[in-house]
């Protein structure tokens, strides 16, 4: 029992060590909120995002005028997205997936699942 | 500024906000459009004579909706803009929406600009749907008030006094990274339906966003617009309006009249200024002389359009 009882801190420690790796990871990426893309100024930042599957990503848009996301594959689709208005999207599988915004089709945008 | 001037200024800012929103009036004139003020042929019977019956107003980009500060009272607007069409002295016979009715396609918004419209004393009204309402991705909310004229497909012709109206839809088969599109089944289609004419029927072709490239990083453009230009070129009077870019920007080319008209909504920077093609926010007292419609006459000697720009103030 007490072997068992170690076991599970050690596992707890080697998960806290990836988070830790993981989450120093993404600031070293900049952005603290690394499953999150800003939509302002007519451009998605980042305007690319690698991310591991299973991650739901989120676009929220920023600008004074709506904006959407709609996936080149028919996979996603958001409505028109108004100021501060957002959209999630989970990743299940890996891949890369290419999206644009209809209203304003020059705004592209890349997800990178993992 | 004294109390009796800032009075005045008042005064005359309120007059403007009168005439808010207002279109654009146009009259064919040997295949030209010329901008006519659309108060001044309000207020000066003679020279809206001289145009000639109006045949139709083009009102565009309506935006239904939209509530930020470029214009927190869109429907005051556009009551404002209708209030100025019913006001003519002569009605036009057609009203033509450039699209964009709605901002973001919700059905509470076509509703809302459904009754509005209701009031014009024109009844006739033509529409062509812009990006903005059609972001529900089967476009049902816009065809299922507006789908009948074009069976649901977005484009369709009709004749009017000798005029041939050809209406477009470029914002559906939309490109990552591109223009406006129409597409080879409306290109075939629009090539059936202009077979056999005569080239000496006046044409008016209109669609949400320009059907000529007036600024591409911003997607101010169609892509394949060639091909529909080459099908338009051998008639004698081809008038081309769009809206989508909420200010007027003309070209002539050859026997074409490109157009594109005002908001009754809210102005958009010019070309290349700033980050996008936001809502561009100005000071109040301004903001009725960016609105405006587009009126068209024609003239029966010799036979032609004219066109006239008014903005609200």
């Not at chain 2, 009605?91 to 973001?104: F, K, S, Y």
Request: aromatic share 8%; proline share 5%.
């Amino acid at each position: 029992m007490i072997l068992g009882r170690y076991r599970s801190l050690l596992t707890a420690v080697a998960v806290a060590m990836l988070w830790w790796i993981a989450a120093s990871g993404v600031s070293t990426a900049g952005t603290p909120d690394a499953t999150r893309i800003t939509v302002k100024d007519f451009m998605f930042e980042p305007v690319s995002l690698t991310v591991k599957a299973g991650s739901t990503v989120t676009w929220a848009n920023m600008d004074d005028e709506p904006h959407n996301v709609v996936s080149d594959t028919g996979l996603f689709r958001s409505g028109a997205m108004d100021t501060n208005e957002s959209f999630s999207f989970k990743f299940d599988k890996p891949g890369t997936y290419h999206f644009t915004c209809s209203i304003h089709p020059r705004m592209v945008g890349t997800i990178v699942v993992q | 500024m004294s109390d009796d001037r800032l009075l005045q200024s008042r005064r005359n800012a309120l007059k403007c906000m009168a005439y808010g929103g207002a279109g654009t009036l146009f009259a064919l004139a040997g295949g030209v459009f010329t901008p006519i003020e659309l108060a001044v042929a309000a207020a000066d019977k003679q020279s809206a004579a001289r145009l000639g019956k109006p045949l139709f107003v083009q009102i565009s980009d309506t935006h239904i909706g939209f509530n930020k500060d470029a214009n927190p009272d869109v429907n005051g607007t556009l009551t404002q803009t209708i209030d100025l069409v019913n006001g003519m002295s002569e009605q036009p016979a057609l009203i033509i929406h450039t699209g964009d009715i709605t901002h973001l396609s919700k059905p509470a918004e076509f509703d809302v600009a459904q009754q509005m419209f209701s009031r014009l004393r024109t009844t006739e009204l033509h529409t062509v749907p812009g990006e903005h309402d059609t972001t529900d991705a089967t476009v049902t909310e816009y065809f299922n008030r507006f789908g009948k004229a074009s069976d649901n497909k977005g484009y369709y012709s009709f004749d009017h006094a000798g005029v041939h109206f050809v209406a477009l839809i470029n914002v559906l088969q939309f490109k990552p990274g591109g223009l406006g599109t129409l597409g080879t089944d409306q290109l075939a289609w629009l090539a059936a339906d202009l077979k056999g004419r005569s080239a000496s029927t006046p044409v008016v072709v209109f669609a949400h966003m320009p059907l000529w490239t007036i600024y591409e990083p911003w997607g101010w453009g169609t892509g394949d617009s060639d091909q529909l230009m080459n099908q338009l070129r051998r008639f004698g009077s081809v008038t081309v309006l769009n809206g989508h870019i909420h200010q007027i920007v003309q070209k002539v080319e050859g026997n074409m009249t490109f157009h594109t008209a005002r908001s009754t909504a809210y102005p958009q920077p010019t070309a290349g200024t700033g980050p996008g093609p936001g809502p561009l926010k100005v000071p109040a007292e301004q903001l009725p002389k960016m609105l405006g419609i587009t009126s068209v006459s024609v003239v029966q000697h010799p036979r032609s359009l004219v066109l006239s720009d008014t903005t609200i103030t």
